[in-house]
């Protein structure tokens, strides 16, 4: 997945003889309000103003009234596309609390959002603080792997569990949370196009965090069988360490020509990462070529784990993009996956 924002695609069903991925038209975007789209950024309150508010956590929902935090983990976010996103969540009835160095941009890598140290310092601050609920990346690019070894994980570890969202490069954040015994949500991010101007794609996410009730996902068969276990996984770059012995992993990826697809692949292949997956939820490959070529690389590396394979999930980087689970209990079945253990006879 190259750096940077990159346009939403959508994903053709894979060319298997099986009932093909329901299709979603995608409307467009109605703003909020006057009031909403005023927002200016102010640096966030102290640690003392904070804890005279604390955070609500429990049932890892979000409600009305929350308190948000926003950060940019890797790229620089588009200020008006930041402040447009930042007035949704506010329509959505929450107080967005920015990160200190959410508008900074790196002073010699111009695509980076502000130094490392800060980057990392934000991402813990949001990780940790006690008056939020939830932790929103702004947008992906590039630079989350750079901050992984300078975030404090073990005040993370020590905090109360928050919603998280991010998705792209954010993949690696995932992974160390998720570990933890969090559960996240890959899906559309507030400062992209794919939150701002994508209203059924923010529209599922607003159901994922509210409702905890995602619904159903269903794409193409490509290996039939069943598999529950915990999900993993998000952009096929970005994957590093193994998943966790009887895994479910989603996979999805953007602007990667069938051959580095493969390369990644085998990488992964010859590396062991698959050995202990139960299943594996194949999401959109936008701007991946010709895809009856991804889908035949997909078939020829994948196919002979002899695991279930469900493909043309939409999820990813794509238009209409459903917001995924990880690191809860999914169960596949086929064409769908659902959240939660399967039913018992």
Same mark, same amino acid.
């Given at each position: 997945m190259p750096a940077g924002p990159t346009p939403a695609g959508t994903a053709r069903p894979l060319t298997v003889p099986t009932t093909t991925a329901p299709t979603t038209t995608v409307r467009a975007a109605e703003p909020p309000g006057p009031r909403a789209l005023r927002l200016v950024h102010s640096a966030p309150a102290s640690r003392t103003d904070h804890e005279s508010r604390p955070g609500r956590s429990g049932d890892g929902l979000l409600r009305a009234g929350d308190r948000v935090a926003l950060i940019a983990p890797a790229g620089p976010a588009a200020p008006g596309m930041? %402040?447009? @996103?930042?007035?949704?969540?506010?329509?959505w009835g929450l107080e967005v609390v920015p990160g200190k160095h959410l508008t900074d941009t790196h002073p010699t890598l111009p695509h980076l959002a502000g130094t490392?140290?800060? %980057?990392?310092?934000? !991402? #813990?601050?949001? /990780?940790?603080?006690?008056? #939020?609920t939830a932790v929103f990346c702004a947008r992906g690019g590039y630079g989350c792997q750079r901050v992984l070894d300078l975030v404090d994980w073990t005040a993370v570890e020590n905090a109360p569990p928050k919603v998280f969202v991010g998705s792209s490069d954010t993949?690696?954040?995932?992974?160390? /949370?998720?570990? !933890?015994?969090?559960?996240t949500w890959f899906g559309p991010m507030p400062a992209t196009p794919a939150f701002v101007h994508d209203g059924p794609a923010?529209?599922? !996410?607003?159901?994922? /965090?509210?409702?905890?009730?995602?619904?159903?996902? %269903?794409?193409?068969?490509?290996?039939? @069988?069943?598999?529950t276990g915990p999900a993993t996984g998000g952009t096929l770059t970005l994957l590093d360490t193994p998943p966790p012995p009887g895994a479910v992993v989603w996979l999805e990826d953007v602007d990667e020509?069938?051959?580095?697809?493969?390369?990644?692949? #085998?990488? /992964?292949?010859? %590396? @062991?990462?698959?050995?202990?997956?139960?299943?594996?939820?194949?999401?959109?490959f936008t701007g991946c070529g010709d895809l009856t070529d991804v889908h035949a690389v997909l078939h020829d590396r994948l196919a002979g784990l002899g695991v279930p394979i469900v493909a043309d999930i939409p999820f990813g980087h794509c238009a209409a993009q459903r917001t995924i689970p990880l690191g809860v209990?999914?169960?596949?079945?086929?064409n769908t996956v659902t959240t939660g253990e399967p039913p018992r006879d």
């Open positions: 930041l %402040r447009a @996103g930042t007035a949704w969540l506010e329509a490392d140290a800060d %980057r990392a310092a934000d !991402l #813990t601050e949001a /990780l940790t603080d006690p008056a #939020t993949t690696v954040l995932h992974d160390p /949370l998720t570990r !933890l015994g969090r559960r923010r529209d599922h !996410l607003r159901r994922a /965090l509210f409702t905890g009730d995602p619904g159903p996902y %269903r794409g193409t068969v490509l290996v039939p @069988g069943t598999a020509p069938p051959y580095r697809l493969d390369r990644m692949l #085998t990488a /992964l292949l010859r %590396r @062991g990462w698959f050995h202990d997956v139960a299943g594996i939820a194949l999401g959109s209990t999914v169960h596949l079945d086929h």
